[in-house]
């Protein structure tokens, strides 16, 4: 993932279990503004400048919403 200095964010790798060699535009709320991402080796998770915090990626233990 990668968040420009225009506070977009794109991202690569693997989706649906398909890897993707292209950047894509990830689409947040319009009213929310990413501030800093986090990568592991199966989730993501996005901070807002308010501190609101969006994920998607695998989640085993159910701790937090797939996709949400």
Do not use: H, W
């Not at 993932?1 to 977009?8: D, G, Q, V």
């Not at 991202?11 to 990568?39: H, N, R, W």
């Amino acid at each position: 993932m990668i968040l420009t200095s225009e506070n977009t964010i794109y991202y690569t790798g693997q989706k649906c279990g398909a890897s993707v060699d292209d950047f894509t535009l990830m689409k947040m709320p319009k009213k929310e503004v990413p501030d800093k991402i986090f990568c592991g080796r199966t989730s993501k998770f996005v901070i807002d400048k308010e501190g609101k915090t969006f994920y998607c990626g695998q989640s085993f233990d159910f701790e937090l919403p797939n996709n949400i």
